[in-house]
């Protein structure tokens, strides 16, 4: 696919995201309700009134088959092209007031991220990003940061609901946050990596992680310089990301 086709695509997941994220700033009763509540997940109005919005966009204007948070597939899964979305990143956030949430929309091809949009409609912060293309935050090109060791560098990472909480594995954890400037959780992973794509922070990490919270911006962060490391497996199963400037001395 060449750059002008690309560019269209971009196009294409940027007006839908816009979309969803003006619906959603708006923040009446029936996007902020509760409709669904399972162990630690929360599902709101939101959620799907906003995957309606996108997937109409999307449907209208390209082919390719979608993965989307809230109705898996919608058209048939093939080995080329495919749009992965997250209407609203950040669900419990949202619900709870919280101004850190954001619509995340990818264009992928298998695990490879191709392009990206995650758009911060609190602040109306629009990433956005082709892989081996160039990076912007609102029209501005951006750039991952120049950090090369950890004890200077912010960590970015989460705890989803299907994180591993046994003793050795949060032992690990705290022992790699030691290592850091400093730690930030702010549960909203598309966010998180879009922070690295812009030099805001210099390492995302996370395990059992769902691809459509990180697809969009793994895609950012590879427009603006950086490198992505994704375990591969089917596409609606939980993976372990990684997402940093590429110039970190890890140990």
Same mark, same amino acid.
């Given at each position: 696919?060449?750059?002008?086709?690309?560019?269209?695509?971009?196009?294409?997941?940027?007006?839908?995201?816009?979309?969803?994220?003006?619906?959603?700033?708006?923040?009446?009763? !029936?996007?902020?309700? =509760?409709?669904?509540?399972?162990?630690?997940?929360?599902?709101?109005?939101?959620? $799907?009134?906003?995957?309606?919005?996108?997937?109409?966009?999307?449907? &209208?204007? !390209?082919?390719?088959?979608?993965?989307?948070?809230?109705?898996?597939?919608?058209?048939?899964?093939?080995?080329?092209?495919?749009?992965?979305?997250?209407?609203?990143?950040?669900?419990? %956030?949202?619900?709870?007031? +919280?101004?850190?949430?954001?619509?995340? =929309?990818?264009?992928?091809? &298998?695990?490879?991220?191709?392009?990206?949009?995650?758009?911060?409609? %609190?602040?109306?912060?629009?990433?956005?990003?082709?892989?081996?293309?160039?990076?912007?935050? %609102?029209?501005?090109?951006?750039?991952?940061? !120049?950090?090369?060791?950890? !004890? $200077?560098?912010?960590? #970015?990472?989460?705890?989803?609901? $299907?994180?591993?909480?046994?003793?050795?594995?949060?032992?690990?954890?705290?022992?790699? #946050?030691?290592?850091?400037?400093?730690? $930030? #959780? +702010?549960?909203?992973?598309?966010?998180? =990596?879009?922070?690295?794509?812009?030099?805001?922070?210099?390492?995302?990490?996370?395990? %059992?992680?769902?691809?459509?919270?990180?697809?969009? &911006?793994?895609?950012?962060?590879?427009?603006?310089?950086?490198?992505?490391?994704?375990?591969?497996?089917?596409?609606?199963?939980?993976?372990?990301?990684?997402?940093?400037?590429?110039?970190?001395? #890890?140990?």
């Amino acid at each position: 696919m060449n750059s002008t086709q690309m560019e269209h695509l971009l196009s294409l997941a940027e007006k839908a995201a816009r979309e969803a994220g003006r619906r959603l700033r708006e923040r009446s009763d !029936s996007w902020t309700s =509760i409709v669904v509540q399972k162990g630690k997940d929360i599902k709101l109005g939101g959620d $799907r009134l906003a995957e309606d919005l996108i997937l109409e966009i999307l449907t &209208g204007g !390209s082919d390719f088959p979608i993965l989307s948070e809230e109705r898996g597939w919608v058209g048939a899964p093939h080995d080329g092209l495919i749009w992965i979305i997250d209407p609203l990143d950040g669900s419990a %956030n949202y619900a709870q007031g +919280i101004p850190l949430c954001a619509v995340s =929309i990818a264009l992928v091809d &298998g695990t490879q991220p191709k392009l990206g949009v995650i758009y911060d409609f %609190n602040r109306d912060e629009l990433y956005l990003g082709i892989a081996g293309g160039s990076a912007s935050l %609102n029209g501005a090109a951006m750039r991952v940061s !120049s950090v090369t060791e950890q !004890s $200077r560098g912010v960590f #970015m990472t989460g705890l989803p609901a $299907r994180h591993d909480f046994s003793d050795d594995s949060l032992h690990a954890l705290v022992s790699d #946050m030691a290592l850091w400037r400093k730690v $930030r #959780m +702010i549960g909203t992973a598309s966010l998180a =990596i879009a922070y690295v794509a812009s030099g805001k922070a210099d390492l995302y990490r996370e395990e %059992n992680i769902m691809f459509w919270d990180v697809a969009a &911006g793994c895609a950012l962060v590879l427009a603006a310089g950086g490198a992505i490391e994704i375990t591969q497996g089917p596409l609606d199963e939980p993976k372990a990301v990684a997402a940093h400037n590429g110039l970190l001395h #890890m140990r």
